[in-house]
Structure formats: structure tokens, C-alpha cells
Antibody, heavy 120, light 106 residues
Framework: QVQLQESGPGLVKPSETLSLTCTVS????????WSWIRQSPGKGLEWIGH???????GYNPSLKSRVTISVDQSKKQFSLNLTSVSAADTAVYYC??????????????WGQGTMVIVSS | SSELTQDPAVSVALGQTVRITCQGD??????ASWYQQKPGQAPVLVIY???NRPSGIPDRFSGSNSGNTASLTITGAQAEDEADYYC?????????FGGGTKLTVV
């Protein structure tokens, strides 16, 4: 079965760039959107953005100026870069597979999540 | 931008039926998906599309849609259903989540 695993630093300094990678195992990266979602401590879920396996992207308007999502099909990985971070970006970051049709989308497979703390 | 609105908290007696709702303009066009999240765990998809359950999700979970409102119904709530529930839907700018509903089973 398809599994997702996030990786990256757990501590990032303010004003620096947060970089995370999600590795897809047990299945193909093709023909799906792949999303990043975060959850600040004690708060709800926030969709950050997604990338189609071929490279087209979509971002949350509130984060768009700071976010880049990229994909490496050969490694079956997709990555998140979030620039100019502040304490408000402290959160658990999840990667997820997104199933999309004309009338809906759904995140059917999730990684376990990785906690990223922004602090000096 | 689209918003999805959920009641912050709902309670249900053990074995009874509870409906959790999600309101938003995008729901007039797109179906919602619903996620269950227990403390310290990643969210789990429980309902998607018109009323589809992933494999392994009990049939006491069901979904419905009317106008700008999507609903998740749990028929015969169990103690293990106590969790946070989030709705999500596509819209013109992305895939926003609702604020979440904390379900307490009493």
C-alpha cells in the first residue's frame, strides 16, 4: 500500500527557509496531486498547496508569496519550501495524496506528520 | 476566498445519531470530504464525494449535501468516534479546510 514519509529539519530559525521532503513508497507518484497541509499547535488544518506529478502547482493564497512546491518523479518525492518563516509557521506539517475529480478532491493517504518549530 | 464553517463542538450520547455540518459557497459546486483526527494522530479520510467511504471506515459514517451545506452523520456513535472532524472542499483558490468540530461522546 502507498505510504508517505515526511523528512526535514525539526528546528528552523526565524527569517530562514523551511524545507521538507515527502517520499512516496509502495505505489506510483503519477496521475495524482500531492499536497502539503499543516496544523499549528492546538489549531485546525491548513492546506498549504499541491503539485500534480507533472509539475503544475496550486497554493493557498495566504501563503502563496512564500511557498514553493516541487516534485522529483525519479525519486518519487515532492518538496515544500517556505521562506521567511516566523513563529506563526510552527506546526506539524503533513504531506498527503490528493484524489481529484471534476466534482471533488480528497486526501486519501497522509504521512505521519513532522513537527517544525521556528525559534532562534 | 471561500470559507468553510463548522460548529466548534458537538456532543452525542453513546449509541445515538449525530450530524456534523459544514457550510460554504463552494459546496454548491463541489462535494466535501471529511476527516477524523484523534489526538496525536494524522487525519483519516472518512467520507468523500457524494457519499463514499474508504475501505475500513465503518458504515455508521455517511455524508450528504444540500445547497451550501455538507453533513457528516454518525449513526450509532461509539466511544471511539470521539475526535475532531474537519471538512474540506475544492474552491477557486485551492482546497480549504473548515475550522473543525470537536465531537464528544457522552
Amino acid at each position: 500500500q502507498v505510504q508517505l514519509q515526511e523528512s526535514g529539519p525539526g528546528l528552523v530559525k526565524p527569517s530562514e527557509t523551511l524545507s521538507l521532503t515527502c517520499t512516496v513508497s509502495g505505489g506510483s507518484i503519477s496521475n495524482y496531486y500531492w499536497s502539503w497541509i499543516r496544523q499549528s499547535p492546538g489549531k485546525g488544518l491548513e492546506w498549504i498547496g499541491h503539485i500534480f506529478y507533472s509539475g503544475s502547482t496550486g497554493y493557498n493564497p495566504s501563503l502563496k508569496s512564500r511557498v514553493t512546491i516541487s516534485v522529483d518523479q525519479s525519486k518519487k518525492q515532492f518538496s515544500l519550501n517556505l521562506t521567511s518563516v516566523s513563529a506563526a509557521d510552527t506546526a506539524v506539517y503533513y504531506c498527503a495524496r490528493e484524489v481529484t475529480t471534476v466534482t471533488m478532491s480528497a486526501f486519501d493517504i497522509w504521512g505521519q506528520g513532522t513537527m517544525v518549530i521556528v525559534s532562534s | 476566498s471561500s470559507e468553510l464553517t463548522q460548529d466548534p463542538a458537538v456532543s452525542v450520547a453513546l449509541g445515538q445519531t449525530v450530524r456534523i455540518t459544514c457550510q460554504g459557497d463552494s459546496l454548491r459546486i463541489y462535494f466535501a470530504s471529511w476527516y477524523q483526527q484523534k489526538p496525536g494522530q494524522a487525519p483519516v479520510l472518512v467520507i468523500y464525494g457524494k457519499n463514499n467511504r474508504p475501505s475500513g471506515i465503518p458504515d455508521r459514517f455517511s455524508g450528504s449535501n444540500s445547497g451550501n451545506t455538507a453533513s457528516l452523520t454518525i449513526t450509532g456513535a461509539q466511544a471511539e468516534d470521539e475526535a475532531d472532524y474537519y471538512c474540506n472542499s475544492r474552491d477557486s483558490s485551492g482546497n480549504p479546510f473548515g475550522g473543525g468540530t470537536k465531537l464528544t461522546v457522552v
